[in-house]
């Protein structure tokens, strides 16, 4: 009764590539999409090109028929996709160096608070929530701290995902750690307004934050609030 769009995809196999095509292509207006993702072994030349079959990096070739989207333009749908996909990639890319630096700040607030009786307790529940966050509660997309700049952070993606909002918390800059739903919906995996988190950190940082981008899983939004550092105190 109306167009079926077929579209394609090879990439690298990764998390979040099937769930970001169906978000994105439901925020357009999808009604149905059938698809299948085969996951293969491919060897490929200097050139990109297939070389061997059954050998060498996964790759997960999606191949889905789309019903729903009779007034999109095709080509502005395929760009979306693939921009959605390269910063997929890039957090996916970036998860150590972004959970690294993450737990770095654990430690970091570990050794101040036996330092600093004034603060201890503050900052060993800091570190506490940045554990938790560890533990499978966070879905990192982008870490800032610094010179350092990984996933939806990273300087490639200036114009596909600006940090503006990010670095922008106004009056509330001198808050320890701030907590706020973004100005924009999540790219990959899931629908929603991206999570921010703000957290100033003790010493020599002072005055360089740990900038974080993700979504709370839905693990982290199910449990209750006296199993959740800074939330058990309220």
Known sequence: SGRLLVLSTVM??????????RMRLQARGATNIN????????QRNDAGQLADIGSGPLES?????????????????VADLHDCLYLSRSMVQDFLQMTDIVEAATF?????ADRSPDNGDAYR???????????????????IQGDKQHGFARNEHTERWPMESLTDWGDGENVQVQVRKGRRESPVHRSGRIDEI???LPGDDRGRPLLIQGLFTYR?????????PLLRRV
């Open 12 to 21: 690298s196999d990764q998390p979040f590539i099937v769930d970001t095509l």
């Open 35 to 42: 698809a299948f993702n085969a996951i293969i072994s491919v």
């Open 61 to 77: 070739i999606i191949r889905m028929e789309i019903e729903g989207l009779d007034g999109c333009d095709p080509a502005e749908v």
């Open 108 to 112: 970091r607030f570990s050794r101040h």
């Open 125 to 143: 529940e800091t570190g506490e929530f940045l554990r938790w966050l560890l533990a499978d509660n966070f879905v990192f997309m982008s870490v």
């Open 198 to 200: 703000r957290v100033e």
């Open 220 to 228: 982290a939004l199910t449990q209750p609030s006296r199993h959740v």
